[in-house]
């Protein structure tokens, strides 16, 4: 899986865990009407929540440093690019030069 699709995923469950703690507040107050506690249920229903959301933005984080890597990857294969092109500029000068003698000596 894409680290994108990771957090879509992960979202998705969030809103389901959301659903589900919603469905079992509603059947808690429709079966114990007069009851001002939470039930076990619907506090593991709301833990399950947090736990989503928990998992959610630790794939966005994870996500958000990998873009990061991946930045400082490119960064690092433009700073090697530019000096192998330096170092070739050099070079070429280098034979430049040494053609240039020998074409003197010749002449001379």
């Given at each position: 899986l894409k680290p994108?699709?990771?957090?879509?995923?992960?979202?998705?469950?969030?809103?389901?865990?959301?659903k589900k703690a919603k469905d079992q507040k509603e059947?808690?107050?429709?079966?114990?009407?007069?009851n001002t506690y939470k039930t076990l249920e619907l506090e593991i229903a709301e833990s399950d929540v947090k736990v989503k959301e928990a998992e959610r933005v630790e794939l966005v984080k994870e996500e958000a440093k990998e873009s990061q890597n991946e930045e400082k990857i490119k960064q690092a294969k433009a700073k090697v690019e530019?000096?192998?092109a330096e170092a070739t500029r050099l070079e070429?000068?280098?034979t430049d030069r040494k053609k240039a003698e020998e074409e003197a000596k010749r002449k001379a």
């Open positions: 994108g699709k990771k957090v879509a995923e992960a979202q998705k469950k969030v809103e389901e865990a959301k059947e808690d107050r429709r079966n114990y009407p007069t530019s000096k192998k070429n000068i280098k």
